[in-house]
T-cell receptor
Framework: TQLLEQSPQFLSIQEGENLTVYCNSS?????LQWYRQEPGEGPVLLVT?????EVKKLKRLTFQFGDARKDSSLHITAAQPGDTGLYLC??????????????FGKGTHLIIQP | KAGVTQTPRYLIKTRGQQVTLSCSPI?????VSWYQQTPGQGLQFLFE???????NKGNFPGRFSGRQFSNSRSEMNVSTLELGDSALYLC??????????????FGPGTRLTVL
């Protein structure tokens, strides 16, 4: 069972459209992060959300952490071909110990067609 | 500040062989984590080292091992390679500033192919 479920797995849209990617879990997380990975490269950190209900914006990308800290979403406005990539959510499960490894979702493959 | 570096970038091995991968973290980062990425399973946590001690371990067989040196550089070793070990192996470093979050900075990975 995947601790973090991402949806959709694949998404192909036209340039200029809006989209939302979801990251859900039945577990509570101390924090959630979003990464973007391009072919042949390692993931690059986009944002970390820590507080339930938190919203962070990075240019055309808006990240939200659920109130219960079990889910997160990534919304892209007016998508551009440069947004193409694999989007991964990752979290630190809340165990109280503070030394847990980072858990990743399987990712959303996003293709923005010109 | 230089990023995380991994060597080699590509490796081809045959079943039964062993392999050692190397990772140099961002200067000042004391935590190094290793991940295996495959199309089917995604990114899976292997282990984390902090100040030369393995602090956390994922659910992988004992054929996968690692170590960290006093300069925070890390190596991982896979013995008795199997076809299923073919994957992108990613190293990530972290400053590990607190217990509430664990921001990872990744290297480009080592692509291992087992024939």
């Amino acid at each position: 069972t995947q601790l973090l479920e991402q949806s959709p797995q694949f998404l192909s849209i036209q340039e200029g459209e809006n989209l939302t990617v979801y990251c859900n879990s039945s577990s509570v997380f101390s924090s959630l992060q979003w990464y973007r990975q391009e072919p042949g490269e390692g993931p690059v950190l986009l944002v970390t959300v820590v507080t339930g209900g938190e919203v962070k914006k990075l240019k055309r990308l808006t990240f939200q952490f659920g109130d219960a800290r079990k889910d997160s979403s990534l919304h892209i406005t007016a998508a551009q071909p440069g947004d193409t990539g694999l989007y991964l959510c990752a979290g630190t499960p809340y165990s109280g110990g503070g030394a847990d490894g980072l858990t990743f979702g399987k990712g959303t493959h996003l293709i923005i067609q010109p | 500040k230089a990023g995380v570096t991994q060597t080699p970038r590509y490796l081809i091995k045959t079943r039964g062989q062993q392999v050692t991968l190397s990772c140099s973290p961002i200067s000042g980062h004391r935590s190094v984590s290793w991940y295996q990425q495959t199309p089917g399973q995604g990114l899976q946590f292997l282990f984390e080292y902090f100040s030369e001690t393995q602090r956390n371990k994922g659910n992988f067989p004992g054929r996968f091992s690692g170590r960290q040196f006093s300069n925070s550089r890390s190596e991982m070793n896979v013995s008795t390679l199997e076809l299923g070990d073919s994957a992108l192996y990613l190293c990530a470093s972290s400053s590990w500033g607190g217990i509430t979050y664990n921001e990872q900075f990744f290297g480009p990975g080592t692509r291992l192919t087992v024939l």
